[in-house]
T-cell receptor, first 112, second 112 residues
Framework: GQQLNQSPQSMFIQEGEDVSMNCTSS?????WLWYKQEPGEGPVLLIA???AGELTSNGRLTAQFGITRKDSFLNISASIPSDVGIYFC????????????WGLGTSLAVNP | DTEVTQTPKHLVMGMTNKKSLKCEQH?????MYWYKQKAKKPPELMFV???????INESVPSRFSPECPNSSLLNLHLHALQPEDSALYLC???????????FGSGTQLSVL
């Protein structure tokens, strides 16, 4: 099935560092969603993006909807130990709002 | 309130057992979803209910049987499962197609 290219696959960083991850596709999307998931829990919605070029923040998190509508990135500033988890992007294809397409996730580890 | 409640949190069942997973939301969302998730992988869509009618079945084996008794409740009936069906089962809901998707905390299922 269709897939988003999410990178990096994993990151090991020091507390206080900034983090950046992104998702790209050859298809056009009309919605991007960013989730964080911790072990044994469901994904938690962090940020939703609906317009090309849109830049949205949620605390230390900032995400952007790429101007070409084929990509999105998520930045985390001044990371803390509780940022540990797997971050997933998910997109809604333009013209098809029945299913989300998911990235494979970015696993984040933060060294205190 | 963005809560989707799933029960039970954990379930262990034999291959001959019949069990049910339950999901509840009181956000007035009219689209409800079942996903299956293996460790460190993105969620995989199983079923979608829209206005209490089954609108998507992603070719899921008949040993999984969904049910939507009303607009707030979603069940997943399990019968004669296989060990490879062991996974985290996630319920999700959203107001309409194309909008934010909210997940429950999941049921961790082990099939022995």
């Amino acid at each position: 099935g269709q897939q988003l290219n999410q990178s990096p696959q994993s990151m090991f960083i020091q507390e206080g560092e900034d983090v950046s991850m992104n998702c790209t596709s050859s298809s056009i999307f009309n919605t991007w969603l960013w989730y964080k998931q911790e072990p044994g829990e469901g994904p938690v919605l962090l940020i939703a993006l609906y317009k090309a070029g849109e830049l949205t923040s949620n605390g230390r998190l900032t995400a952007q909807f790429g101007i070409t509508r084929k990509d999105s990135f998520l930045n985390i500033s001044a990371s803390i130990p509780s940022d540990v988890g797997i971050y997933f992007c998910a997109g809604q294809l333009a013209g098809n709002n029945r299913k989300l397409i998911w990235g494979l996730g970015t696993s984040l580890a933060v060294n205190p | 309130d963005t809560e989707v409640t799933q029960t039970p949190k954990h379930l262990v069942m034999g291959m001959t057992n019949k069990k049910s997973l339950k999901c509840e939301q009181h956000m007035g969302h009219r689209a409800m979803y079942w996903y299956k998730q293996k460790a460190k992988k993105p969620p995989e869509l199983m079923f979608v209910y829209s206005y209490e009618k089954l609108s998507i079945n992603e070719s899921v084996p008949s040993r999984f049987s969904p049910e939507c008794p009303n607009s707030s409740l979603l069940n997943l009936h399990l019968h004669a499962l296989q060990p490879e069906d062991s996974a985290l089962y996630l319920c999700a809901s959203r107001r309409t197609r194309g909008e934010k998707l909210f997940f429950g905390s999941g049921t961790q299922l082990s099939v022995l």
